[in-house]
């Protein structure tokens, strides 16, 4: 039975969220609409693309749902309303990932793709005061040539609002070694980076990424519990792990919920931010995860907090900013009867 009580205090908690992908995060009228309006298939209407069991039917949804989005005027309208919903949740700050090669391979014009998302987030930023950055996610399984291409996108167009680079998709057969060049010409641009690692292969992936692409934030890493030296590494150079657990249980990466290793990462002293992935289509939200962590692994609401407030630590945005807002949740935190 959900508390509604820590629920509303769950909405009141200050939060950031680091790992959400735009794609995943369109509002499901709007998915309807734009399919219609742009001639995407959506078999069985929105509702039956979410029922997918495993890890191929989610990326069959994903990419139709990245398809729906053809013209500047529809990344402007998806960004606007994930905002609006964003900080209807209490967050002030989230990391977008933006599947780039499901729109390269389009031909989309990043320039125009870029600022149709920079025009969404100015009018939800005026309405809410909420703030963004735009990360760019390759998809492995393109490959370490066309990642060079999504990189030079990346850098063309930081002055649309792009903070960094990331991987994600297949981890089974591309490992991090490939992309190393990449992530390094990335860091020598001044793009800050990330890699999903550890969601569904083991430590030597995590490894992988921190070694080789120069990463100190891991999307998922949730592998990382077999390694205790790898843990006791994340822990020592303080390296954090973004946390999305619903999403774990519904791509397979873990059996169930109650072999989540959240609670045992935590404890291990593992810094832990929490995010939704794709809230739309595991049908989440950054709340819901914050109150499945407080009721299925029983944290507390200083855990809670203290989880809140790793996330803005964890974060790009530059380090004054990331010293103002730290202390602007800090004084939130303190007003918030625990
Ligand atoms: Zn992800």
């Not at 992908?21 to 039956?48: C, F, W, Y």
């Not at 994903?62 to 209807?88: H, I, N, P, S």
């Not at 996610?137 to 370490?144: I, L, N, S, T």
């Not at 060049?181 to 001044?190: I, Y």
Request: with cysteine; hydrophobic share 40%; glycine share 8%.
């Amino acid at each position: 039975m959900v508390d509604a009580d820590l629920e509303n205090w769950i909405r009141q908690l200050p939060k950031v969220e680091l790992h959400v992908h735009l794609e995943g995060s369109i509002r499901p009228q709007t998915l309807t609409e734009l399919a219609a309006k742009n001639g995407v298939d959506l078999p069985g209407g929105v509702t039956a693309i979410y029922q997918f069991s495993d890890f191929s039917g989610f990326l069959d949804a994903y990419m139709r749902c990245a398809a729906c989005l053809c013209t500047q005027g529809d990344f402007e309208r998806v960004t606007y309303e994930f905002l609006l919903d964003q900080a209807a949740l209490g967050i002030h700050y989230c990391e977008v990932f933006l599947s780039s090669m499901q729109h390269l391979r389009r031909d989309f014009d990043f320039d125009c793709l870029m600022q149709g998302i920079q025009a969404g987030y100015r009018q939800a930023r005026s309405e809410t005061g909420i703030r963004m950055g735009v990360i760019f996610d390759h998809g492995r399984q393109f490959g370490a040539q066309e990642g060079l291409r999504v990189l030079e996108r990346a850098i063309g167009t930081r002055k649309f609002g792009v903070i960094g680079l990331s991987i994600g998709g297949d981890e089974v057969n591309f490992p991090p070694e490939l992309f190393e060049e990449m992530f390094l010409r990335a860091r020598q641009a001044g793009l800050r980076v990330t890699a999903h690692a550890g969601e569904v292969r083991g430590p030597e992936s995590v490894w992988g990424a921190i070694h080789k692409l120069g990463v100190r934030r891991i999307g998922h890493g949730i592998h990382a519990i077999q390694d205790p030296d790898l843990m006791a590494y994340l822990q020592q150079q303080r390296i954090y792990l973004d946390i999305c657990p619903t999403s774990n249980v519904r791509t397979g990466a873990v059996p169930s919920l109650n072999e989540h290793p959240v609670r045992r990462l935590f404890d291990a002293g593992v810094p832990l931010t929490i995010s939704s992935d794709d809230p739309a289509l595991f049908q989440t939200n950054l709340v819901q995860e914050y109150l499945l962590l407080a009721q299925h692994f029983g944290f507390d609401r200083r855990e809670l907090q203290q989880l809140s407030l790793n996330g803005v630590r964890a974060s790009f945005l530059p380090e004054q900013e990331r010293a103002e807002l730290q202390a602007r949740f800090q004084q939130a935190l303190t007003a918030l009867v625990v």
